[in-house]
């Protein structure tokens, strides 16, 4: 296990802003957009939750390209701080971190609101910096509570509605973990699938007081049905599943293979004078594979 690299160094690192290059230039009007906004006057208030993810830069010593993490810059610099907690890649490849989106889970949003509750912020203040009522504020600060940690775990990085873990907790730890796994696998996160799964629960599953909607109109039958169903269709998404992974690793391997040649000017240079066509074939083959990797970060 002692040769498994790890995809950041172990410490993160405060960096001036000055030697951060950013990896993109800002769409027009992105400073003009409430997500931005809200990304400003979060920060000023609760200070910069999530790190910014940047990469020693090859070309200029000292300077670090940013990865991750555009408008937090910009957000940093408006506001005249002069350092950014960052995480430093072991890797340049950028695509990896899913940096075309900046979308937090709801368990994440769950463990960005305790920590700023933690550091002495109210509930009226998160909410004005987030725009949301206090009534949400606090229905995200209890989001897991009686919810187990293995399925919580499980859909951290899911884009999960906070509905789901509502009905999460009307089941027993382990049929939450067993829920939370069969979403994965149908790669389902809505509140309406997490009801099915509700539906087709064994009574000694649930937890107590706990009753699924509708539950009296269906037979015994029917749930073992629908549980045989459910388990055949968490088979088969796996399976497929596995295979896309694979795939894609492949893809990403040689897609990084390739593009760390095409750094190396000499043969960057042969391509374009004698087979232009084949390099613009190879980069855009390369974006195809970049595009895929994001999407299937998404879901």
Do not use: W
Request: charged share 30%; proline share 3%; hydrophobic share 40%.
């Amino acid at each position: 296990m002692s040769d498994v690299r790890h995809g950041f160094e172990a410490k993160l690192v405060e960096i001036p802003l000055e030697r951060i290059i950013p990896d993109s230039q800002l769409a027009k009007g992105a400073l003009s957009t409430s997500k931005y906004k809200t990304i400003v006057g979060s920060i000023a208030e609760l200070g910069v939750i999530e790190p910014l993810a940047v990469f020693r830069s090859p070309r200029r010593l000292g300077d670090y390209e940013l990865l991750d993490g555009r408008l937090r810059l910009e957000a940093l610099k408006e506001l005249g701080r002069d350092t950014a907690p960052c995480m430093v890649s072991t890797d340049d490849e950028g695509f990896t971190f899913n940096r075309h989106i900046t979308r937090l889970s709801a368990v994440q949003e769950h463990k960005m609101i305790r920590a700023a509750l933690a550091k002495g912020a109210s509930e009226k203040r998160i909410a004005e910096v987030l725009r949301m009522d206090v009534r949400s504020i606090r229905e995200r600060a209890t989001l897991l509570d009686g919810v187990a940690p293995e399925a919580a775990s499980i859909l951290k990085n899911r884009q999960a509605a906070p509905t789901v873990f509502s009905v999460l907790k009307k089941m027993k730890p382990f049929r939450q973990i067993e829920a939370a796994e069969m979403m994965v696998a149908a790669n389902k996160f809505t509140a309406t699938y997490a009801e099915l799964i509700l539906v087709a629960t064994r009574s000694e599953a649930l937890a107590d007081g706990a009753k699924p909607k509708k539950k009296d109109a269906i037979s015994t039958e029917d749930l073992a049905k629908m549980e045989r169903e459910m388990e055949r269709l968490r088979q088969d998404c796996q399976a497929v599943e596995d295979e896309i992974g694979d795939t894609m690793l492949s893809l990403v391997v040689a897609k990084s293979f390739m593009a760390r040649l095409l750094r190396n000017e000499n043969i960057q240079g042969h391509l374009k004078r004698h087979h232009g066509d084949l390099l613009a074939s190879l980069v855009s083959t390369m974006d195809a594979i970049a595009a895929d990797n994001r999407v299937t970060e998404r879901e």
